[in-house]
T-cell receptor
Framework: NAGVTQTPKFQVLKTGQSMTLQCAQDMNHNSMYWYRQDPGMGLRLIYYSASEGTTDKGEVPNGYNVSRLNKREFSLRLESAAPSQTSVYFC????????????FGSGTRLTVV | EDKVVQSPLSLVVHEGDTVTLNCSYE??????LLWYKQEKKAPTFLFML????IEKKSGRLSSILDKKELFSILNITATQTGDSAVYLC???????????FGTGTRLQVFP
């Protein structure tokens, strides 16, 4: 019963470096999401994918790109990391449509120095 | 603009106390309100409410929705130290599976 698996759990980057956060779900969910969580800001949507092959911007997409590789996997890429991207990143999935009940991964704590 | 506001931001209580967490919202074409509990890592699902006045209950936790006044409350009775967490409220509209989250209420329960 893995649910949603995120890797890595922790990462430290230097400003300007790039990296990809990986997310995979085994619940046959259609929709997947990337959120970031900052103190006092709650969870903010970066990008989401309503189905395989489609992606859309959320509330805070600048500086990020995503790929919905297949139904199971949804990756988030930082092309040129900035200190403002220091955050905890959560991947989530749901059945889609109007199901709206998310299952979250355990998060990635990213620090950009 | 759609938004979710939770109060209080932080709450400190002793074991055995009863607490009430509040969530008010403004969202286009409301469909559902969800409560999540977040300890050190991933938020975990507690309740989803879609109808006014119907209480959802799980052990010592309960929640109710008022669609007329646009708010929900989460009650926790006889609190325990294991209830210490951030409680997140989220709202979704029709024709979308995206959720809008509040900033959360941090609950600390001391022995």
């Amino acid at each position: 019963n893995a649910g949603v698996t995120q890797t890595p759990k922790f990462q430290v980057l230097k400003t300007g470096q790039s990296m990809t956060l990986q997310c995979a779900q085994d619940m046959n969910h259609n929709s997947m999401y990337w959120y970031r969580q900052d103190p006092g800001m709650g969870l903010r949507l970066i990008y989401y994918s309503a189905s395989e092959g489609t992606t859309d911007k959320g509330e805070v997409p600048n500086g990020y790109n995503v790929s919905r590789l297949n139904k199971r996997e949804f990756s988030l890429r930082l092309e040129s990391a900035a200190p403002s991207q220091t955050s905890v990143y959560f991947c989530a999935s749901s059945e889609g449509g109007t199901a709206q009940k998310y299952t979250f991964g355990s998060g990635t704590r990213l620090t950009v120095v | 603009e759609d938004k979710v506001v939770q109060s209080p931001l932080s709450l400190v209580v002793h074991e055995g106390d009863t607490v009430t967490l509040n969530c008010s919202y403004e969202v286009t074409n409301f469909r559902s309100l969800l409560w999540y509990k977040q300890e050190k890592k991933a938020p975990t699902f507690l309740f989803m409410l879609t109808s006014s006045g119907i209480e959802k209950k799980s052990g010592r936790l309960s929640s109710i929705l008022d669609k007329k006044e646009l708010f929900s409350i989460l009650n926790i009775t006889a609190t325990q130290t294991g209830d210490s967490a951030v409680y997140l409220c989220a709202v979704g509209g029709h024709n979308t599976d995206k959720l809008i989250f509040g900033t959360g209420t941090r609950l600390q329960v001391f022995p």
